[in-house]
């Protein structure tokens, strides 16, 4: 099980920090993503971690800005938002899975395991 959190209520440029825990797991040996959606959109790719873990994946409109990281101690995966904008706002899912690889690591197919989601509002 996932569960996401630390979404909220952000003025534009400022930053949040979403984290995701998994319960009954380890994300050692799974590719972690952060997708998210907004209403009538289909839910779109933001970040992710290879299964590995030595490489990351952006989506283009959140390079420079978004980080993800993970705590393999803790059993979590961070995703450190930076400069945000009012096109931010969403509802972000975490997603893992061990045996997403890299070609589909951005599709939304290559993950049985989500998160309940949590929602960032960035206003202008």
């Known amino acids: 099980q996932l569960q996401a959190s630390g979404g909220g209520l952000v003025q534009a440029g400022g930053s949040l920090r979403l984290s995701c825990v998994a319960s009954?797991?380890?994300?050692?040996?799974?590719?972690v993503a952060w997708f998210r959606q907004t209403p009538g959109k289909e839910r779109e790719f933001v970040a992710a971690f290879s299964r590995t873990g030595g490489s990351t994946y952006y989506k283009d409109s959140v390079k420079g800005r978004f980080t993800i990281s993970r705590d393999n101690a803790k059993n979590t995966v961070y995703l450190q938002m930076n400069n945000l904008k009012p096109e931010d706002t969403a509802v972000y899912y975490c997603?893992?899975?061990?045996?997403?690889?890299?070609?589909?690591?951005?599709?939304?197919?290559?993950?049985?395991?989500w998160g309940q989601g949590t929602q960032v509002t960035v206003s202008s």
């Open positions: 009954g797991r380890t994300f050692r040996s799974y590719a």
């Open positions: 997603a893992a899975d061990p045996n997403t690889i890299t070609s589909t690591i951005r599709k939304i197919i290559a993950y049985d395991y």
